[in-house]
């Protein structure tokens, strides 16, 4: 009965060895394979994550790259990068810099892309990111049908030779083209300014500055707006109705825009393309917008021309924006800070 007893145990760890071998194999095969599991998983988070980073990196160097308002930069820090050096004009435009931080409270500014847009960007950027919202005469106009009032009912059928800037186009398709941008702007317009979440409206702003095909058609809507209004005031002057604002009279005065026609083809069809809007057009901006456009002229640093307002007369109701310029030429927005 030992001996049966013996044989009987012998068997049995014979079998859980056998047995244990197989298991012991299994489980080296399912660790080992686990393990792979585990590694390749963690391989392919890491690569995930490098080429979401990466894609990151690029939208964000890619959105930065079009918007053609950038985010805000240190006003003495600017200053310091462009003015380098100890050159008369160096020390000048620093020394202007300086003055509009520590008496204007101006801390920071945002860049504006240089073309020929500039100044119409820097203007209609600050309009949209303060919610103002349409003067009071285009609450009471359909601006829509602009295009159509100057060509079917005042008979300008020289619109067709105006120009949109840099695509510097003319033809018979104008009429159609400037309802577009007339309709881009009313929309656009519409929608942020009654935008009440300052934060909310900031993101809808850098969006559409970030869009160049809608920033066109914004700036040359407010182009045929401003010739729109030199040919009702053209056409007062003609019939000796109700006086006009002086600053027409002022602009109607010079040989290159004695009327509408030579206004639009030596002014306004160049604007985008070739030239900025000058002193006199910054005036009638301002009183079309109705916004006091308040401008600080640092090359006229010293002297009475530093700051400008444009226009000159406007109504206390009228919201204030502001524009930095070190030439005349090319704007940014200043911000400031108390």
């Not at 047995?19 to 690569?47: D, E, G, N, T």
């Not at 006086?243 to 009279?249: A, G, M, Q, T």
């Not at 030579?262 to 910054?282: A, K, P, R, T, Y």
Request: proline share 3%.
């Amino acid at each position: 009965g030992r001996h049966e007893v013996r044989s009987w145990t012998t068997a049995t760890k014979q079998s859980l060895c056998l047995v244990w071998q197989k298991v012991k194999v299994q489980l080296m095969l399912s660790m080992s394979f686990l393990i792979a599991v585990f590694w390749y998983c963690r391989r392919l988070y890491s690569f995930l994550a490098q080429l979401l980073k990466r894609w990151s990196h690029y939208l964000q160097r890619k959105l930065i790259r079009n918007l053609s308002v950038l985010t805000e930069v240190d006003l003495l820090g600017y200053s310091a990068r462009e003015w380098k050096g100890e050159t008369k004009q160096a020390k000048h435009m620093r020394e202007a810099y300086e003055e509009l931080f520590w008496s204007c409270h101006i801390k920071y500014l945002r860049q504006v892309r240089r073309d020929n847009y500039c100044v119409l960007r820097a203007v209609l950027f600050q309009i949209f990111s303060q919610g103002i919202p349409f003067p009071s005469w285009m609450k009471e106009r359909d601006i829509l049908k602009l295009p159509e009032k100057l060509l079917y009912s005042q008979g300008c059928n020289w619109i067709q030779q105006y120009s949109f800037g840099p695509e510097r186009y003319t033809g018979p398709n104008a009429f159609g083209k400037l309802r577009k941008c007339m309709e881009t702007l009313k929309t656009n317009w519409t929608e942020i300014s009654a935008t009440k979440d300052h934060e909310e409206r900031g993101n809808l702003c850098n969006t559409l500055f970030s869009d160049e095909s809608k920033e066109h058609k914004l700036y040359e809507a407010i182009k045929f707006i401003m010739l729109y209004e030199v040919v009702e005031a053209y056409e007062q002057i003609k019939n000796r109705e109700e006086p006009i604002h002086n600053l027409f009279s002022l602009l109607l005065a010079r040989d290159s825009s004695s009327d509408p026609l030579s206004f639009m083809m030596n002014h306004l069809n160049s604007i985008g393309d070739s030239i900025c809007l000058d002193q006199v057009e910054l005036f009638l901006l301002g009183y079309l917008l109705e916004v006091k456009i308040k401008v600080y002229r640092l090359h006229r640093f010293n002297t009475e021309e530093f700051q400008v307002n444009y226009p000159d007369e406007y109504r206390r109701e009228w919201n204030e924006i502001s524009l930095l310029t070190e030439d005349d030429r090319y704007y940014h927005i200043p911000l400031f800070r108390t």
